[in-house]
Nanobody
Framework: DVQLVESGGGSAQVGGSLKLSCAAS????????TGWFRQAPGKEREGVAT???????TYADSVKGRFTISKDNAKNTLYLQMNSLEPEDTSMYYC???????????????RGQGTQVTVS
């Protein structure tokens, strides 16, 4: 079974930083396009960032220049470094694997349970 487990969420002040992690079992990140998505209550799901098998990345305009997606294939872990946080970043963040097309606006086959980020 595939399991994606997020961690690192929490509360942050405006302008602060958080780093999310997502550990995977049952699949290897090196073989898939992976990404981060978010969804706030009452709002549509929003793509945040993706990283493909070669390490190429895409970002939503709303986070470009502030967020950085990366992965450690040896640890089979995906990361999202979030800087200059804004109240609008408050949301549940999900990591995902097997994203297609490999773009922040893509769909996915696997998703974690999510980690809450609150910015105030």
């Amino acid at each position: 079974d595939v399991q994606l487990v997020e961690s690192g969420g929490g509360s942050a002040q405006v302008g602060g930083s958080l780093k999310l992690s997502c550990a995977a079992s049952g699949l290897t990140y090196r073989s898939y396009c992976t990404g981060w998505f978010r969804q706030a209550p009452g709002k549509e799901r929003e793509g945040v960032a993706t990283i493909d098998r070669r390490g190429s990345t895409t970002y939503a305009d709303s986070v470009k220049g502030r967020f950085t997606i990366s992965k450690d294939n040896a640890k089979n872990t995906l990361y999202l470094q979030m800087n200059s946080l804004e109240p609008e970043d408050t949301s549940m963040y999900y990591c995902a694997a097997d994203v297609w097309p490999c773009d922040y606006d893509g769909r996915y086959n696997y998703r974690g349970q999510g980690t809450q980020v609150t910015v105030s």
